[in-house]
């Protein structure tokens, strides 16, 4: 069973910063990938990022290119998401999310919703401008 718990979050004004972190625990028998899914007031829920964990690889949404980068510390089973140049529409509860790599591919070609298996409880970040 995956597990996934988030800290970080919280407020920060615009073009500040904020990290968020997200400890796994657990195992895939395949090759995974971890990432971050936003939902905003009255939106959809949308992927923002993920990272491969077999090779490092990266995605993310154009909306955050340039100001969001995530990593790995494998030693700490942990991902993180760094988020710099914060704007007002950056709010949303952001979910560290997990599941096998294929479906986050899947869910980028078919920009389709991110109907991952494993989800953490989601954590609340609010840039005011």
């Known amino acids: 069973q995956v597990q996934l718990v988030e800290s970080g979050g919280g407020l920060a004004q615009a073009g500040g910063s904020l990290r968020l972190s997200c400890v796994v625990s657990?195992?895939?028998?395949?090759?995974?990938?971890v990432g971050w899914v936003r939902q905003a007031p009255g939106q959809e829920r949308e992927g923002v990022s993920w990272?491969?964990?077999?090779?490092?690889?990266?995605y993310y949404i154009d909306s955050v290119k340039g100001r969001f980068a995530i990593s790995r510390d494998s030693a700490k089973n942990t991902v993180y998401l760094e988020m710099n140049r914060l704007k007002p529409e950056d709010t949303a509860v952001y979910y560290c999310?997990?599941?096998?790599?294929?479906?986050?591919?899947?869910?980028?070609?078919?920009?389709?919703?991110?109907?991952?298996?494993?989800w953490g409880k989601g954590t609340l970040v609010t840039v005011s401008s």
């Open positions: 999310v997990a599941d096998l790599l294929v479906k986050f591919i899947n869910a980028v070609i078919s920009n389709g919703p991110y109907e991952m298996d494993y």
């Open positions: 657990g195992s895939f028998s395949e090759d995974y990938a």
């Open positions: 990272i491969s964990s077999i090779d490092g690889n990266t």
